[in-house]
């Protein structure tokens, strides 16, 4: 193997609703700096992913309530295995740095509980790391959740999510409500146009199963990697109250492996805006 094959791979595992494609400004700076990268779509994601024509413009949200979906079926154990194979790939040709944002953080945990002889390092950018509470959604309940934005963001679900088995979000709306709503929950700082641009590679659906499965990690497993957590200050979907709470229960489960911490002072997509930052932050994880 030569030096230039010995340099990390940086896997990125996007969040909710969206896919690969939000990593690509990520990726151009970490190009930029000689860096290899592999953006992740999960199953049912990228162009995978279920836009039905009751979706377009005009919409029919009628019938779009009632539209099954492709997600449905998908659980958390989709989404690690196929993140497991393109680490088991990856991992030929150097270290792995593994990146999970928000509902990402789920999936590369539980990757870290399968094969941590294959990750030298997680980085959590906003992200769920699981310890105490089994999911998000548990996670959701606690006080430290308390300052997020989401709940007039309830207007934007469509259908049953019970009889869907995903939640259902129109991010196609042109209420303008809803919209200055959306923007101050996950993009603040970016500008109008921004935020639209961001919404427009969005995908409406997501899994149930996948917010709601245990996602914790373990001590004897993930516990043993070492681990970086990218905290968003101004972070109104996943509080930054949360994210230290995170933290803090990460290290007291493995006090000889604590996270090495980043602060960004950037909503919970902003971070996309400033990717030379990000970038630098990845960088320098593995001399």
């Not at 779009?64 to 449905?72: I, V």
């Not at 963001?153 to 919209?179: K, S």
Request: net charge negative.
């Amino acid at each position: 193997m030569n030096a230039h094959l010995a340099g990390p791979t940086y896997v990125l595992v996007h969040g909710s609703g969206t896919s690969s494609f939000m990593w690509a400004p990520v990726q151009r700076e970490l190009a930029l700096l000689g860096r290899r990268s592999f953006a992740v779509d999960l199953p049912g994601h990228g162009f995978d992913a279920q836009y039905p024509t009751s979706y377009q413009a005009p919409q029919d949200l009628d019938a779009w309530a009632d539209e099954p979906s492709t997600l449905a079926g998908v659980t958390l154990r989709d989404n690690v295995d196929m993140v497991v194979d393109v680490v088991r790939r990856v991992a030929r040709y150097g270290p792995v740095v593994l990146v999970g944002a928000s509902l990402g953080g789920t999936t590369i945990t539980q990757v870290g509980n399968a094969v941590p002889e294959l990750v030298d390092r997680l980085v959590y950018i906003s992200a769920w790391s699981c310890v105490q509470r089994s999911s998000p959604v548990e996670y959701m309940q606690e006080p430290e959740f308390a300052g997020n934005l989401l709940a007039p963001l309830a207007a934007l679900n469509v259908g049953d999510p019970a009889a869907l088995g995903v939640g259902r979000a129109n991010y196609r709306t042109a209420d303008p409500a809803l919209l200055t709503a959306l923007k101050a929950a996950i993009m603040a700082d970016g500008t109008d146009e921004q935020f639209r641009a961001f919404l427009n590679i969005l995908q409406p659906d997501e899994s149930l199963a996948v917010m709601t499965a245990d996602a914790r990690g373990r001590a004897d497993t993930w516990g043993t990697i070492p681990r970086t957590y990218i905290r968003l200050t101004e972070d109104r979907t996943l509080p930054v109250a949360m994210q230290d709470r995170l933290i803090a229960e990460a290290d007291a489960l493995t006090p000889d492996n604590p996270y090495e911490v980043h602060s960004l002072d950037t909503s919970h997509t902003g971070f996309l805006l400033r990717p030379v930052e990000v970038a630098g932050i990845l960088d320098q994880l593995i001399a």
